[in-house]
Structures are given as C-alpha cells and as structure tokens.
C-alpha cells in the first residue's frame, strides 16, 4: 500500500504534462475553425488587423451580404447540396445493405471471387473511371443535372460501405435468420424484417459519411454541373472566391462558415457512431 | 482467384443430405438465384460503371480521343509524350511524390503518438478525441480550403503569430517554395481518423502483456518497441496502405488554394489536378486517360511495395 501511495505523485506530473500537451494541440487543431467563425461577424477591415477571437464589433451583414452576393441566392446551392446528398444517402443505404446482405448471408458460386472483385474496387483510384463515366453519362443525356452523382449511389458502387455493412451483419448471431428460414422466410423476408433492424447502426454510420462526404464533394460537381442554377454549395463557394474574392473575405468567410454547419452538426448529434464506424473498419480490415 | 471460387463450392454440396436430394437441389438453386438477385444493383453497378469504364480508359488511352472529333489509334504516343515531352507531366509527379512522401508519414507519427497519449485513461478523454477527430470531418470540403487561402496568406493568422514573435514570414499560398507545405499541413491537420483506428488498436492489446514485461524489469522505450510495435503493426499498416491511396486522391485544396492553376509556378500541380485539367479544360481525354493508367500502376506499385514490406514487419499474431 504503501508504495502506491509514493508512486502516486510521481504520476501526477506527467499526467498534469500531458493534459498541457493536448489542450495546446487541441487549441491550435480548433483555432483556425475558431477564427474563421469570428472572422465571418467582422467587418473586413478588422478581419486581418484584430487579433482576438472575440469580435468587437458584430458585422452580421456579412452573412446577409454573402447569402446573395453573387446574383444566385445561395438557397438555390444549399437546396441542390440537400438534395444530392439526401439522395445519395438513400441510394447508398440501400444498394449497399443489400449488397452486403448477399455477401454475409446467403450462398451463391463464385461468391468468394465477386467478394475479392468488391475489395479490390476499393483500391481502384476514380480517377481512371472519370473520363469514361463522363462520356458514359454524356451520352445517357445526363450531362449538367444530378444523376450522374446520385444514381452511381444506387448502384452500390462505394465498396467501403459494403465492407462496413458485411462487418456488422457477419457479428450478428445467425441462429435469428436461421430460425427466420426454418419458419419459410423468404430471403427477402429475413433481409428487410431481420437483417436491416439490426442492422441501423451501421446504416445510420453508412448514412452520415455518405452525407458528409457527398456534402464535401468537389471534383465530380465541378465536371458535372455547368449552370449556376444547378450548383451546389462547393461549387457556389469557388464561384464566390472567383466573383468576389479578395475583396469581401467577411461575406466569404460566412458562406465558408454556413457549409460546414451540416457536417458539424452531424458531428455532435453521432460522434459516437463516426468514431465506432471508423474504428471497425479499420480494424477488420 | 480461381482458388477463391472454388472454395465456395463444398458448402453448396453439403446442404444435400441424402434423404432429400431433389428438394435440397431446388432449395440450393432457389437460394442461387436469390444470391445472384441481391447481387444485381452491385453487379450493374460493377459493369457499367466500373470494369466497363476501366477497360474503356485502357482503350482511349492510346487513341487522341478527344470528345468532339472522332478518335484516331495513336498507339503508345501518349505514354511516350508524357515521359518524352510534357514537362509539366513530370512537375505534377514530383509534386504528388512530395505531397504523398511528406504528409503521409507526418500524419502517421501524429496520429500514433496522440493515440497513444489519450490510451493512458486521462480524464476528458472522450472531449480530446472528438476535438482531434473534427479537422478530419471538415478537412476536404471546399470551405477549409478557401479558410487555409487565408490562414497562410500573406497577411494571415500564420504570419501574426509570426510576427508577434518577430519573424516577418512571406505570403505562403503565393510563393512556389511554400505553397506546397501549406498543403501538407492541412493534411497532417486532419490525422484524427488514422488517430481513431490506432486508439480502437492499441485498446486490443492486452493489457497482461505490459503487465509481464513490467515484471521482467521492461522500460516505457523497450514496451514500446517489443510490445506496442508489433501488436500494433496490422493497423499501422491499413492506415499506411490508407493513407498513401487517400494522398495520390488529393484534388480540391490544390484547386481551390491555387484556383484551380496547380500555381504558383506549378508548385501546387497534383497529379489530380493536371489529369483534370487535360481532361476537362483542354479535353485532351486520350492523354489523360493514359496519365490515369499511370495514377493506377503508380498506385497498385505503392500498395504492392506496402503489402510485400508488411510481411517483413506486421504482425498478425500467433
């Protein structure tokens, strides 16, 4: 006993050292999101001249300025963003449940085969695919509307959603479908009343990156939407840059601030469920 | 492969039980079919927008595709134009090489080492990891990148605090020696995922083993390299494999810090970056296609050197 009694102020300051090490890292990981938010309620001239996160004198125009700066109101950017990424949420979810539910669950030849083909999709840079797809959905009349970034979804075309899902589905005790089967469930049956109930963990997280990352999407936007009517909000925000820069960083500033507030409120709402979902993946992997 | 396949094949014939041959036969090619019917939307997917696209690039890549005029066979001269003519060619593969080469082992180390500080039970550990993880969210989108314009601008947040310190620093986005750094520290910023995967393993390693290494006398350097090291090795491994593939991706900070040039003086030209350029503003989609078939091999190389080294050194235990 009594040597843990000695030990244990010793302890103490590395620990004291460490929580110093990470709150400082923790401030200069926050500070430029901090600034860039204070930044968005200054007047421009105190933008670069006042050093203080608090701003001294509020500038909400800003926001009003920039919401309309560039002839298109950026309603019209962050509609079209909602409705890509609500899109593509659905189309992933399903495709890829369904996907990973055949490849869990149910018994077919060469599967172990298609299965490799998934996982080496994976792998494969997009960029080899862009040219083709282009001229793909060119040709289908696609070019400039919103089906060349929402219909690829339903065709579970992001592997990594379908390994996250085969992962989550092959943990669950398979006694349920089976007793499911013996009672002549059909496959669909045990897919939509079993599997995707106890499933929605991992199709909340499949949900949340699939927005997340189709919200921050750039390079297909950029080559597949051409009028200012059909952008999104990435490709409002390099409009704006282009238009306006320099000149009006407090307006810019705010509509930078505006996109990431979807991805930062998923960020509070599931934290837990991103950081579970990136850590199996990850470690099955 | 073929090895894969076949393996399937002994459980399908195990499911025929002497008794009922016939409707085991129909039961298995009813589940067949199922298979191949949940199967569908992937394989249509796989087809059409995937192995059909992959052969199509091989094919244009040595054509003079151009989208508009009908394509001519121009055999290998793309390839040979690349590595023969196009200077900028080579300026966008030494900048890639350099982004992949500097900001993957950095945002490694960094995400080690913080993983391993916030695995000691500390209080508000939770707090720190959501704090860490954020910049990794948002660090793609178009508005850090517009934020990071500003953040190593000439007049930014970076050179204040220089010049709090008495350093007058240079504009850092405009000059061709900084530009790129800025860029490899708005990767590094974003370690938190690779922080979450080495957290969720280093929690798998049995806490017995340090416990006994600490009976045989074993120092905090000696646990680290004998213990935490190898057990660790598997997900040092997929966040190297990770994050090499992610690097060679990087496309929108480039284009957004340098308006979409690759500038100042080429110095933010990625590989991304030039393969759309000649794609889609000078619609030179024959070349492209064929500087794509090289992101692939240079990317199949990487993964394979990764997968070939990790035999040497993961460890996947007994």
């Given at each position: 006993m009594s040597t843990t009694a000695r030990i244990r102020p010793a302890r103490l300051a590395p620990r004291l050292l460490m929580h110093a090490g990470l709150i400082?890292?923790?401030?200069?990981?926050?500070?430029?999101?901090?600034?860039?938010?204070?930044?968005?309620?200054?007047?421009?001239?105190?933008?670069?001249?006042?050093?203080?996160?608090?701003?001294?004198?509020?500038?909400l125009e800003n926001y009003s300025d920039g919401w309309s700066g560039i002839g298109v109101s950026f309603r019209t950017f962050f509609l079209n963003s909602f409705v890509i990424s609500t899109l593509s949420v659905i189309g992933n979810v399903l495709s890829c449940s369904i996907t990973a539910y055949a490849f869990a669950r149910l018994e077919f030849r060469f599967k172990s085969f298609w299965f490799a083909v998934m996982?080496?999709?994976?792998?494969?840079?997009?960029?080899?695919?862009?040219?083709?797809?282009?001229?793909?959905?060119?040709?289908?009349?696609?070019?400039?509307?919103?089906?060349?970034?929402?219909?690829?979804?339903?065709l579970a075309t992001d592997a990594f959603?379908?390994?996250?899902?085969?992962?989550?589905?092959?943990?669950?005790?398979?006694?349920?479908?089976?007793?499911?089967?013996?009672?002549?469930?059909?496959?669909?049956?045990?897919?939509?009343?079993?599997?995707?109930?106890?499933?929605?963990p991992a199709l909340v997280t499949t949900a949340i990156f699939t927005f997340i990352w189709s919200w921050n999407d750039f390079l297909s936007q950029l080559i597949y939407l051409n009028s200012v009517d059909n952008y999104t909000v990435s490709l409002g925000l390099r409009l704006f840059l282009d238009s306006v820069g320099v000149s009006s960083w407090g307006p810019m500033l705010a509509m930078s601030t505006l996109a990431l507030i979807p991805v930062f409120v998923l960020f509070l709402l599931f934290q837990r469920l991103l950081v579970e979902g990136i850590a199996t993946t990850g470690l099955k992997g | 492969m073929d090895q894969l396949a076949v393996s399937s094949k002994p459980m399908g014939d195990a499911a025929i039980s002497p008794g009922g041959r016939t409707r085991a036969i129909k039961r298995s090619t009813k589940k067949q079919l199922y298979?191949?019917?949940?199967?569908?939307?992937?394989?249509?997917?796989?087809?059409?927008?995937?192995?059909?696209?992959?052969?199509?690039?091989?094919?244009?890549?040595?054509?003079?595709?151009?989208l508009l005029?009908?394509?001519n066979w121009v055999g290998l001269s793309n390839y040979t134009e690349m590595f023969t003519e196009d200077d900028r060619y080579f300026t966008s593969l030494k900048v890639t090489l350099t982004y992949v080469v500097f900001s993957v082992p950095l945002s490694l180390a960094f995400s080690l080492l913080v993983a391993m500080v916030l695995n000691q039970k500390l209080a508000g550990m939770s707090f720190y990891r959501s704090v860490y993880y954020l910049p990794s969210l948002l660090g793609g989108s178009v508005s850090i990148a517009i934020l990071w314009r500003q953040v190593f601008g000439g007049d930014g947040i970076v050179n204040r605090a220089l010049a709090a310190i008495g350093i007058d620093g240079p504009s850092w986005?405009?000059?061709?020696?900084?530009?790129l750094d800025t860029l490899i520290v708005l990767h590094v910023w974003q370690f938190g995922a690779a922080m979450i995967i080495f957290l969720a393993g280093l929690r798998q390693i049995p806490q017995d083993l340090y416990d006994a290494a600490a009976v045989d006398g074993a120092g905090l350097l000696s646990?680290?390299?004998?213990?935490?090291?190898?057990?660790?090795?598997?997900?040092?491994?997929?966040?190297?494999?990770?994050?090499?593939?992610?690097?060679?991706?990087?496309?929108?900070?480039?284009?957004?810090?340098?308006?979409?040039?690759?500038?100042?003086?080429?110095?933010?030209?990625?590989?991304?970056?030039y393969l759309y350029q000649k794609a889609f503003t000078s619609f030179e989609m024959g070349y492209a296609s064929a500087m794509a078939w090289i992101l692939l091999l240079i990317i199949a190389f990487f993964t394979t050197l990764t997968f070939v080294s990790g035999k040497y050194w993961v460890h996947y235990g007994d």
């Open positions: 400082a890292g923790a401030i200069v990981m926050l500070y430029p999101l901090l600034w860039m938010v204070s930044s968005s309620v200054k007047p421009n001239n105190q933008i670069f001249t006042d050093l203080s996160l608090w701003p001294r004198e509020l500038r996982l080496m999709t994976l792998m494969l840079p997009l960029h080899v695919l862009l040219v083709p797809q282009y001229v793909l959905f060119r040709n289908f009349g696609w070019l400039d509307s919103i089906l060349p970034l929402t219909v690829p979804n339903f959603f379908i390994f996250l899902i085969v992962q989550f589905i092959r943990g669950l005790p398979r006694e349920l479908d089976q007793a499911a089967e013996m009672d002549g469930a059909s496959p669909w049956q045990v897919y939509w009343q079993i599997i995707v109930p106890l499933c929605v | 298979g191949y019917l949940f199967l569908a939307p992937w394989l249509i997917g796989f087809f059409v927008l995937t192995a059909g696209p992959l052969f199509a690039s091989l094919y244009y890549s040595f054509t003079d595709f151009d005029t009908s394509s986005i405009s000059s061709p020696d900084y530009a646990k680290f390299a004998r213990i935490t090291v190898p057990m660790l090795s598997p997900v040092v491994f997929f966040n190297l494999v990770l994050g090499i593939i992610g690097a060679f991706k990087a496309f929108t900070p480039a284009y957004i810090v340098s308006g979409g040039s690759g500038g100042p003086l080429d110095a933010t030209l990625f590989y991304t970056l």
